[in-house]
C-alpha cells in the first residue's frame, strides 16, 4: 500500500525564519505534486516535480525531488504571514496522471 | 479564467436522503477526479474518469455511491442513502489527461452534512 508521509504535520514559525516541509513516499513514483489550502477554500497547485533532481521555485518556495530516496522537500525562505496555510505533497502512482495519493497535509502558521 | 465549478457549495441534508453533487471541469480537460476531505482521513480518491469513461472507483463504498459522466461538460457523484459518516468536503478535479507537467485544477468544493 502507498504511503505518503508529510511531516511536521503542525509548524510555527515566525516571519523572516526559513524552514523545511518533508515528504517521504513509499513507492516508485516519477510525478509529485504540491499543493496550497487556505481554510474553508480549495486546493491551489503550487509545483509539478517529474524528475530526480528536479528543483523548482516561486517566490519564497522551493520544491525539490529525490526520487532514489522518495522524498520531497518544501523549503520555505523568509516566511512571511501569507504563506500561512496548510500545504499537500500528492504522489501520482500511474504516471499518466491518474491515481494521486495526498499526504495528510503540513499546517504552517506564520506569526509576526 | 477558465476553472472546475462546483455545485452546490454547502449542502444538509438528513439521514436517508439522497444527494447529488455535480461538477463542469475546465472546457477541453478529458479526466476528472472527485476527492473526499475529512480531517479524520485527509484528502482520499473517491473516482476518477479519462474521456468520460470510469477508469477507477474502487476508493468509493459502492453501496451507496455513484459516479457518472452524462457528457464531457458534466460530472455528478451521487449519495442515495446518506449517512452521517458521509460528512465531508468533496472536491472535484480536472486536467488535461496525459501531458507529464499537467497540473490538476481543483473546483470550489461540496461541504456536505448530513445530520
Known amino acids: 500500500e502507498l504511503k505518503v508521509e508529510q511531516n511536521p504535520l503542525f509548524l510555527s514559525m515566525q516571519e523572516g525564519k526559513n524552514y523545511t516541509i518533508y515528504c517521504n513516499y513509499s513507492?516508485?513514483?516519477?510525478?509529485l505534486y504540491w499543493y496550497r489550502q487556505d481554510p474553508g477554500k480549495s486546493l491551489e497547485s503550487l509545483f509539478v516535480?517529474?524528475?530526480?533532481?528536479a528543483v523548482k521555485q516561486e517566490g519564497r518556495l522551493m520544491a525539490s525531488l529525490d526520487t532514489k530516496a522518495r522524498l520531497s522537500t518544501l523549503h520555505i525562505t523568509a516566511a512571511v504571514h501569507d504563506l500561512s496555510a496548510t500545504y499537500f505533497c500528492?504522489?501520482?502512482?500511474?504516471?499518466?496522471?491518474?491515481?494521486?495519493?495526498f499526504g495528510k497535509g503540513t499546517k504552517l502558521s506564520v506569526k509576526p | 479564467d477558465a476553472r472546475v465549478t462546483q455545485t452546490p457549495r454547502h449542502k444538509v441534508t438528513e439521514m436517508g436522503q439522497e444527494v447529488t453533487m455535480r461538477c463542469q471541469p475546465i472546457l477541453g480537460h478529458n479526466t476528472v477526479f472527485w476527492y473526499r476531505q475529512t480531517m479524520m482521513q485527509g484528502l482520499e480518491l473517491l473516482a476518477y474518469?479519462?474521456?468520460?469513461?470510469?477508469?477507477?472507483d474502487s476508493g468509493m463504498p459502492k453501496d451507496r455511491f455513484s459516479a457518472e459522466m452524462p457528457d464531457a461538460t458534466l460530472a455528478t457523484l451521487k449519495i442515495q442513502p446518506s449517512e452521517p459518516r458521509d460528512s465531508a468536503v468533496y472536491f472535484c478535479a480536472s486536467g488535461g489527461g496525459g501531458r507529464r507537467n499537467e497540473k490538476l485544477f481543483f473546483g470550489s468544493g461540496t461541504q456536505l452534512s448530513v445530520l
Open positions: 516535480l517529474l524528475s530526480n533532481g
Open positions: 500528492a504522489v501520482d502512482i500511474t504516471g499518466s496522471q491518474g491515481n494521486l495519493i
Open positions: 474518469f479519462r474521456n468520460r469513461a470510469p477508469l477507477d
Open positions: 513507492t516508485t513514483s516519477d510525478r
